[in-house]
């Protein structure tokens, strides 16, 4: 990449408390110490628990010809830049500015030599509790079977739904996303789905691109290890909604936290909001802004459904499982029509759509329908524990457990739900991490209010193998708290560990 001179990277940066040297020149930028080559920008923000400054001296070894660095009162501070012979600028605010920074660096130009905005791309922002992944790879996977290509940026990685490349959060860093956005932007994609975090919300991660569509999918308890509420983790995810940019917002109309946004959106000038939802039948009292499915039919090779928007009607065939899936068939279809997609056309496309990765994941069984699905949140399970009690008359066996370091008043409500929700309980360890198990399973159990009729195995493969031994024609086994994940971990290691594998290992055992 063309190298950028740092004067201008930093000209429309504020609260730089010096001269900024004419004669630097960076070949890239990175938070990471450990990233940085010869001829990089090293930026050290504040962090929770150090100051990034605290690498500056291993990103100069390693060939950084400038440090910026996040303005701090702390007495060590002084120590740090000393310590360094490269230009040092401090910078008030900076966390706040790096996308601004990342802009400048990463821009691509027009025939005309001039930036393009978002490096040409349409982007559609998606948040909430569940359902971001689903509905970001639904979003993509019809847009493509629509010759518009289309990529994702979440979880399960980014780039195209069908060629993912890894990645290690939700959303990036503000840097990874402005090159990830220009790299993709490069290999041709119009569009991009997000996933929106609420740490990326609140760590301004997604700073600098404006997104033409937000999506919210439901709110429900998550994350209170770092929001602390779910006040402050309604107000993190707020923040994608109230962005001077937005053309079009689509919000579940089911969720009290979506109609909390609409009615204090509603007023905003030049803003278009769309509102989906599932009725149980036809109902001729909806506004043209609302779309809306119902009569919906759920099989074990997936959805049908009517849906209605204004003077529009169509009916929704998608092979994936459960209500839920419905609305996020809903929230992707809306996202669509934000974007002038024909509504036939949008309709039609949904018949494409394909299960994500370890979302209501099936597993190939020749008796039981056998689902993986990541819910690990109460919200999540007792959505997917529902989802499953229309695709069966019979049992449900529910596997699951709780991660370790993570929020803990969750475990013995996800017990609660999963003791109402299911007929056959295994309770079993997921990344416990730092955590000793066997507290964790204590803290789980006393959500139970029968303990003595749940099964407690600590060996998560020996727990799948428990649950599909016992499970008979008809029946449905949900493995559930993982789903795409390919390790457990644990305390001083990480071992492979799929729940999609296990269960197909033992399921073919078991068939022979």
Known sequence: MKASSLVFLLKNISGISEDVPADIFVNGISLDSRAI????????LKGTQTHGLQYAKKAQEQGAVAVIWE????????ALVSDLSIPVIEIQGLSLQLGEIAQCFYQLL????????????????????????????????????LHKPTAVIGTLGVGSPDNLQAST??????LTVHKTLRDIAIEGAEFVAMEVSSHALEQERVNGIAFDVAILTN???????YHGTVEAYAKAKEKLFIRPELKTIILNKEDDFGRKIEKNLREKTGLSIISYRVESHQNSERNSNE??????????????AKVVFGNERGVIKAPVLGWFNLSNLLATLAAMLALDVAFSDAVNSLTQVKTVAGRMERVESNNALVVVDYAHTPGALESVLKALRGHT?????????????RDRGKRPLMASIAEKGA????????????????????????????????????????????????????????????GHEQVQILAHTTEPFDDRQQAAQVLQELAA
């Not at 080559?37 to 050290?44: D, E, H, I, P, S």
């Not at 905005?117 to 979003?139: A, E, M, Q, R």
């Not at 159990?445 to 799948?464: D, L, M, P, S, Y």
């Open 169 to 174: 959060h939700t959303t990036p860093d503000v």
């Open 291 to 304: 779309l809306v499915a119902y009569d919906a039919q759920f099989t074990s090779s997936g959805i049908e």
């Open 219 to 225: 709110l429900m308890r998550d994350h209170l290890d």
């Open 110 to 145: 027009d025939d005309k030599k001039k930036p393009k905005s978002n490096y040409g791309l349409k982007l559609i922002g998606v948040t909430g509790t569940d359902g971001k992944t689903s509905v970001s790879h639904f979003f993509a996977q019809a847009m493509n079977a």
């Open 393 to 405: 008359s019979k049992r449900i066996i529910c596997v699951f457990g709780c991660g370790g370091d």
């Open 423 to 482: 007929d056959v309980v295994i309770v079993t360890d997921d990344n416990p991490r730092t955590e000793d198990p066997v507290m964790i399973m204590d803290e789980i159990i006393a959500g139970f209010e029968q303990v003595e009729k749940v099964t407690i195995e600590h060996n998560r493969a020996k727990a799948i193998r428990l649950a599909l031994q016992q499970a008979q024609t008809g029946d449905v086994v949900l493995i559930a708290g993982k």
């Open 37 to 44: 080559n010869k001829g990089m920008l090293f930026v050290a």
């Open 71 to 78: 303005s701090d009162d702390s007495s060590h501070i002084a």
